[in-house]
């Protein structure tokens, strides 16, 4: 496999940062033996060194110090310095003459008569010993591979923003993802393989169905090959995101790559009842497949996460909504989707990536290399949501490597907050998952803060009064809610508490086509949320506590424009009054009462959150000739909401993308200003300031 091997890993782009191979010397004497003599490898010892003969040695065997990249039976037979190129043919012709008198056959592949002389021969390791003793023989070297000298292009991608590569590009994370243990649901690994020999448990568990068809060919290379991809993406010595973590495999596909759902949950079990016998404090979930969606199967992945497992899947690679898939449809999990070395979304023959609501973010999936199963020292190069997955997965490893105490939910948090923000081009997907689909690709977080993400509901119904709900995950709470309504037509946003969770609630307006209801949920250490409802309608809700700080702002129920001064990172929640269209009734105000000031008929909600060294802040940016509007919360504060008014139209909706606030207002708007809530954990060695 070498001579292909190595011309497949110059050809695609993306391969990768090893060291050179450097090879010690093992010599052999050229004694004048019989021609018949029996003379056999061993006499080579490890150490380089040849029984004594008192004789110098006339001829060196070369051996490359790195057993897993030596290629057996492919030598380099190099002659002394000063020979010819009719030296070169003339020992061509004396090796081939006396490997056959012994029955052996060799293969000239090369020959060579620039800087060096001599020629490249695949033969048996039992003709060695002839053609070391040939003339003007120097020396043999047993041929190796080489590899480029930087890292591939999808380890790059999750280190650029932060300077992760070290000076000559070779990939060097925060750490090595070692105090983390990853379970891969997947097939068979060739865990001999040099990239992760010693990496990767075969545990005890397989629960995979018959291979289809009655020709299936069964090689173990086959079989093993997607697993032990994804083996190396995870962990591999070489070409992995995390390569000190430990994985533990968990059969559920066959040879085809084929599984069940029953077979899955299954698994989970497995993997359930192991951490139950012997628990782990930083455990990853790798499911890198998909299916149809499957109630149970979501149910089982988001129990396991809430036993505080980061569970990670694949977004699927039919080019479709992720929210048709299971488990990618799991709102507890998170699903990834794929791009290619442009950071675009990945294309694989008639289908791609998938996306939607239901991706949280995507990561390289096109053109990766990794282990291969053809042999112990072979690679491939495989594209898919799957490999996406996986190095999703040894990010996570990464960030529970750091702190182990964080919870499945801040490792998201975390993944989303230091993602490289709007560098895909969604246009190529449908025009209805544009604003909902992530444009977020993984990168590794380089350390912890106040973290938050936005999570969209489904569209609601068209009647006026059907309503769409986002909630947040456990562990996250929720600092901000909006609503967004492709066509403009809504009745803004409330925050209800169901079973002790908040819920972020918009209302369709009177002849409206749908509306989205997005909450703005975030993470940091001890962050608590609560409501506070005004006494009555026209009255401002305010913050009790005076360490707590109101972190958005919101109004559902009032018509017309209401120009009241603002909150210090206010956030209403107002009552709904059926058939209203929202254009943005009341305003955050900065001062020493934070509270939400509203019209008479409006009763408002504040939801007030408090965490040690919290603080919050107020932008604003008006537009008169624009349609659309940016406020971006500046480097080392994040976006806790996003809202708007207008004087002179409807507010079409307000998208909060990364760390900006994104306006839309109809056509003809005068003076849009959109408003975002800021808000930082303030280090300990900074006194308060605001953003600006």
Request: with cysteine; hydrophobic share 35%; aromatic share 4%.
């Amino acid at each position: 496999h070498g001579p292909v091997l190595v011309w497949r890993m110059y050809r695609t782009s993306a391969w990768i940062g090893w060291a050179l191979c450097f090879c010690a010397s093992l010599a052999v004497s050229a004694q004048d033996y019989p021609e018949d003599d029996e003379m056999i490898l061993d006499l080579i010892r490890e150490d380089g060194t040849q029984p004594e003969t008192g004789e110098e040695p006339s001829a060196e065997f070369l051996r490359c110090n790195k057993a897993a990249w030596r290629m057996p039976g492919q030598y380099l037979v190099i002659l002394r310095q000063g020979s010819h190129e009719s030296h070169v043919q003339r020992t061509i012709r004396r090796l081939r003459a006396k490997a056959a008198r012994r029955g052996y056959l060799l293969e000239i592949l090369q020959t060579y008569s620039g800087a060096l002389h001599g020629f490249l021969v695949k033969m048996s390791s039992d003709v060695l010993h002839l053609a070391l003793k040939l003339p003007h023989v120097h020396y043999i070297e047993e041929d190796s591979s080489v590899f480029a000298q930087s890292a591939p292009w999808n380890l790059q991608r999750i280190l650029q923003p932060y300077g992760g590569t070290s000076e000559n590009g070779t990939y060097k994370p925060p750490n090595d993802g070692g105090m983390a243990e990853v379970y891969l649901m997947d097939g068979s690994v060739h865990s001999s393989h040099r990239e992760v020999e010693g990496r990767v448990l075969v545990t005890d568990f397989s629960h995979v169905p018959e291979e289809d068809g009655v020709r299936v060919h069964r090689q173990a290379s086959q079989c093993d090959s997607h697993g032990t991809h994804m083996a190396g993406v995870l962990s591999g010595s070489d070409s992995g995101v995390a390569r000190g973590a430990g994985v533990n495999l968990v059969r559920v596909l066959n040879c085809q790559g084929k599984g069940t759902v029953s077979g899955a949950l299954a698994g989970l079990e497995y993997i359930r009842a192991t951490l139950l016998a012997r628990p782990v404090d930083a455990v990853v979930i790798l499911l890198p497949f998909t299916g149809g969606f499957s109630r149970s199967l979501n149910t089982a992945c988001g129990h396991m996460v809430a036993t505080g497992a980061v569970v990670i899947t694949a977004a699927g690679n039919f080019r479709d909504d992720a929210c048709l898939y299971s488990p990618a449809s799991e709102p507890e999990v998170i699903t990834v989707g794929a791009v290619n070395s442009a950071d675009q979304p990945m294309a694989l023959g008639a289908g791609g990536t998938n996306f939607g609501r239901c991706v949280d973010l995507f990561a390289p999936g096109d053109d990766i290399v990794s282990a291969s199963s053809d042999c112990s020292t072979c690679f491939t190069s495989r594209s898919g949501t799957s490999q996406a997955a996986a190095h999703a997965a040894g990010i996570a490893a990464v960030i529970l490597s750091a702190n182990q105490r964080v919870s499945p939910v801040q490792v998201l948090q975390m993944m989303l907050h230091y993602s490289i923000s709007n560098t895909i081009n969604l246009l190529s997907l449908p025009e209805t998952h544009h604003l909902s689909t992530p444009n977020l690709v993984a990168a590794m977080p380089p350390a912890s803060a106040l973290l938050c993400r936005s999570v969209w509901s489904e569209r609601s119904g068209v009647t006026s009064t059907d309503k769409a709900i986002s909630r947040c995950r456990q562990g996250e709470e929720m600092m901000g809610c909006s609503s967004y309504a492709p066509d403009g037509v809504h009745a803004g946003e409330a925050i209800n508490e169901s079973g002790g969770q908040m819920e972020c609630v918009a209302y369709n307006g009177p002849g409206g086509k749908g509306v989205h209801a997005v909450a703005r949920c975030c993470v940091t250490s001890d962050l608590q949320c609560q409501v506070h409802t005004s006494p009555q309608p026209g009255q401002d809700a305010e913050c009790v506590k005076p360490q707590h700080h109101l972190t958005g702002k919101m109004s559902t129920g009032c018509t017309g424009n209401d120009r009241s001064s603002a909150v210090h990172s206010a956030k209403t929640h107002v009552s709904q009054k059926p058939g209203a269209v929202i254009w943005s009734g009341s305003r955050p105000h900065h001062g020493d009462r934070r509270r939400c000031v509203v019209k008479d008929s409006v009763t408002s909600h504040a939801l007030c959150c408090h965490s040690p060294s919290l603080e919050c802040h107020l932008l604003e940016n008006t537009s008169a000739d624009k349609e659309q509007v940016e406020v971006s919360c500046p480097s080392g504060w994040t976006l806790t909401d996003c809202n708007a008014f207008s004087q002179g139209s409807a507010i079409l909706g307000t998208v909060a993308k990364g760390n900006s606030c994104h306006v839309h207002s109809g056509a003809g708007a005068d003076g849009a200003t959109g408003i975002a809530v800021c808000c930082r954990i303030r280090p300990p060695d900074q006194s308060a300031a605001a953003p600006h």
